[in-house]
């Protein structure tokens, strides 16, 4: 029979704890890394935000195509245009929101129905006026910002 080797192996020494949330995945630097290179983008990204946080406050989500708007639920929706898409102007975004009935607008591009009841609206940004009084009455049709706590 073979002896065993009981011996404890040296432990490695204890390395830095690293932070949970460190400043390259902050949502402010997601932002920027977002519209990097764009700064007309993330100008109206900004009066986007801006117009959406007037409402109340929402849970902004950063992901490689779009940004979100949420309190409980996703609501609203920005993003960039393909640059093939010679339909858009240049420079400008998209802002998507949810609406539980569909809403005929000249200033709303499409309007989709991908389940019964829920509808999504498409309108193109392209400069700070497009914010019109029109898009400050569809947004509250949103989910209210109690919501955000799960109250």
């Avoid at 977002?34 to 989500?61: Q, V």
């Avoid at 709303?108 to 392209?126: F, Q």
Wanted: net charge positive; with cysteine.
């Amino acid at each position: 029979m073979r002896p065993v080797d009981l011996r404890i192996p040296p432990f490695a020494p204890a390395q830095p704890s690293t932070p949970l949330r460190n400043d390259a995945t902050s949502p402010r630097k997601r932002k920027e890394a977002f519209f990097a290179g764009k700064p007309e983008a993330r100008a109206l990204f900004m009066a986007i935000e801006r117009k959406i946080r007037a409402i109340g406050p929402a849970i902004i989500t950063v992901s490689k195509t779009q940004i979100s708007f949420a309190t409980r639920t996703q609501f609203a929706w920005v993003w960039m245009p393909q640059p093939t898409d010679r339909k858009r102007p240049l420079h400008s975004l998209v802002l998507s929101f949810g609406c539980g009935r569909q809403i005929v607008h000249d200033q709303i591009v499409e309007a989709i129905e991908p389940y019964p009841g829920r509808w999504t609206h498409h309108i193109i940004i392209a400069e700070e006026a497009d914010l019109t009084a029109a898009v400050d009455a569809w947004m509250p049709v949103q989910p209210p910002a109690s919501s955000l706590t799960g109250q």
